[in-house]
C-alpha cells in the first residue's frame, strides 16, 4: 500500500471517529457550523419518541422467570456502554450510560431510583448523594473547626464518582412467553450502576455497592435522546434505549427467582468461578429451551 493511500485512510478514520454524532459535519463552511441542523430536522427529532412497549395481558403469558445479570465493563463488547470517560476534548452529543442517567436524575427526568432491584424503597437525589460523592475535611480544616472557626474551602476535600469508577451494571428483566404470539420475549425491568464505595476508593480492593437502582421504563425517553457509539458505523448512531432492548451487551446471570428467595449462584457455588459460571449457562440455557420444547410433540 503506497504512504499517500494509507495516510488518507488514517486520517479518514480519524474524522469519521471525531465527528460521530455530529450533524451537518459535511456541509460545513466553518467548524462552528457543526452540529448546526435545520428547522426540518429539527422538528423530526422532537417527533421522536422510543418504541413503545406493547400491551400484555397478564393471562397471556404462559411462563415467565425473573433473572438478574451483570454487565461486566472490562469486555471489550460492552465499551459503549462505559466510554467516553474523558469529556474534555469531546463532543457534547458523547457520553457513557452513568452520565447520562445522572444527567436525567439531576434534571428531575428520572424520578424512579430505589435502594434495591425489587423497587420497593424509593430514593432522591439527596438519598444517593451519600453513594456518589464523599466530602473530608484536611487536618488543617480540622484544627479551625475546633478552634470554633468557619473551615476554609481549601481544607475540604470532595470526591465525586465518575464515569471511570463504573466496574459494572447489574439489570433486572424477565423473561415470559407471550401464548398469543407464540414467541419468547425479554423485558428489562432495572438497571443499577455498580462501584467501588466511595469512602474506600483508595483501598487496593474495595467492596463494589450498587449505586442506585432506575426503573427502565422511566428512564426510556432520556436513554433514546442520547446515543452510544458502537464503532461499527460513525454515520448511524444508536440510542441507549435500542442498545439495551436489543441486548446488544454481554451478561453473565447471577440470580434467578427461585423458592429459596431468589438466593444467588454464589450463595450456593462458593469455591469456584469456573462452576458459578456455568451454572449461569445453565440458567440461560434453561430459558432458551422452553420455547424450542414448546414445540415438540
Known amino acids: 500500500m503506497k504512504w499517500n493511500q494509507f495516510l488518507t485512510g488514517v486520517f479518514g478514520l480519524l474524522l469519521a471517529t471525531g465527528s460521530y454524532a455530529q450533524s451537518n459535519i459535511l456541509n460545513a463552511k466553518t467548524p462552528d457550523q457543526i452540529g448546526q441542523v435545520s ?5 423530526v427529532r ?3 419518541k422510543p418504541l413503545e412497549y406493547g400491551y400484555v395481558e ?3 403469558i404462559l411462563w415467565s422467570k425473573n433473572v438478574w445479570e451483570i454487565i461486566d465493563l472490562d469486555e471489550r463488547v460492552n465499551f459503549p456502554l462505559y466510554y467516553p470517560i474523558d469529556t474534555v476534548n469531546i463532543g457534547a452529543s458523547r457520553r457513557s450510560l452513568y452520565d447520562v442517567l445522572m444527567t436525567g436524575i439531576k434534571s428531575g427526568k428520572i424520578k424512579n431510583i430505589y435502594t434495591d432491584s425489587y423497587f420497593t424503597e424509593k430514593r432522591t437525589l439527596n438519598d444517593i448523594s451519600a453513594a456518589i460523592s464523599k466530602i473530608d475535611t484536611t487536618d488543617l480544616g480540622r484544627e479551625q473547626y475546633n478552634a470554633g472557626e468557619e473551615i476554609d474551602q481549601q481544607y475540604i476535600d470532595r470526591r465525586d464518582l465518575s464515569s471511570a469508577d463504573i466496574m459494572e451494571y447489574r439489570i433486572r428483566g424477565m423473561w415470559y412467553f407471550d401464548k398469543r404470539q407464540a414467541e419468547l420475549k425479554y423485558r428489562l425491568l432495572g438497571i443499577a450502576p455498580v462501584a467501588p464505595d ?3 476508593l483508595d483501598d487496593e480492593e474495595p467492596d463494589l455497592v450498587e449505586l442506585f437502582w432506575v426503573w427502565f421504563p422511566d428512564a426510556r425517553n432520556i436513554l433514546f435522546e442520547a446515543t452510544a457509539f458502537t464503532g461499527g458505523n460513525s454515520s448511524q448512531d444508536i440510542s ?6 436489543a441486548r446488544r451487551f454481554n451478561a453473565v446471570i447471577y440470580k434467578e427467582d427461585n423458592v429459596q428467595g431468589d438466593r444467588s449462584v454464589n450463595d450456593y457455588i462458593t469455591e469456584s468461578a469456573f462452576m458459578q459460571l456455568l451454572e449461569s449457562e445453565r440458567i440461560r440455557e434453561q430459558i432458551r ?7 415438540n410433540y
Open 240 to 245: 441507549f434505549d435500542h442498545l439495551l432492548n
Open 198 to 200: 466511595v469512602n474506600f
Open 289 to 295: 429451551n422452553f420455547e424450542q420444547d414448546m414445540w
Open 46 to 48: 422532537a417527533k421522536k
Open 58 to 60: 397478564d393471562r397471556d
Open 39 to 43: 428547522a426540518a430536522e429539527l422538528d
